[in-house]
């Protein structure tokens, strides 16, 4: 089956500087990946998503890469402030596209 | 209020019990979804729905039975609690993929301690 992963479990970064959370994926045909976060005592809520047909996708702060090659995806978070400190998920699709699988989080610190 | 509910937020429970956990969506979602988060395992799939009377199996369902009798509902209930249950369940809805996104809208979570 699937397996979803990120690299390091925990990240700490100082407020106003550029976060990179990464996330490894085994599925080579994996077509669609959404990044979550999940603040402390909540559900976990949508970031930003991409197809595998791109390379980049841009949010308002958040920027999603993916490397297919080496099945790789990484979020960053640019000037990242306080309230971004939250646990990030990465999760691609089943091969029957009816359920996602989720990595287990990395946790994101700001250093104010 | 619109959004996706979860009930009760806290619940402890005795080993042997049978507990119900409720979740309701005012969206129309088509698909809805139970996940349990521990420590160390992320979230995983327990059951999922992708219409009113349409379940199906997730990572682990063993324990858990599900109904879906009307689409904003989605009770998950444990009909016999073990200690090994004692986790946060999340709910969540997703019209998956009909416009174009598989986003899912997560509930607040239920905390549910078996003792």
């Known amino acids: 089956g699937e397996s979803v992963g990120l690299h390091l479990p925990t990240l700490s970064v100082q407020e106003g500087d550029n976060s990179i959370i990464n996330c490894a994926y085994s599925n080579s045909a994996s077509d669609y990946f959404i990044w979550y976060k999940q603040e402390s005592g909540k559900g976990p809520q949508f970031i930003i998503d991409i197809r595998s047909n791109m390379d980049k996708r841009q949010g308002q702060r958040v920027t999603v890469l993916l490397n297919k090659t080496v099945k790789h995806l990484s979020l960053q978070i640019a000037a990242t402030q306080p309230g971004d400190s939250a646990v990030y998920f990465c999760a691609e699709p089943s091969n029957t596209g009816n359920q996602f699988y989720f990595g287990t989080g990395t946790s994101l610190t700001v250093i104010p | 209020d619109a959004g996706i509910t979860q009930s009760p937020r806290y619940k402890i429970t005795e080993t042997g019990r049978q507990v119900t956990l409720m979740c309701h969506q005012t969206?129309?979602?088509?698909?809805m979804f139970w996940y349990r988060q521990d420590l160390g395992h992320g979230l995983r799939l327990i059951y999922y729905s992708a219409a009113a009377d349409i379940t199906d199996k997730g990572e682990v369902p063993d324990g858990y039975v599900v109904s879906r009798s009307k689409t904003e509902n989605f009770p998950l209930t444990l009909e016999s609690a073990t200690r090994s249950q004692t986790s946060v369940y999340f709910c969540?809805?997703?019209?998956?993929?009909?416009?174009?996104?598989?986003?899912?809208?997560f509930g607040p979570g239920t905390r549910l301690t078996v003792t």
């Open positions: 969206w129309s979602h088509s698909y």
């Open positions: 969540a809805s997703s019209d998956f993929g009909s416009k174009g996104s598989y986003e899912q809208y």
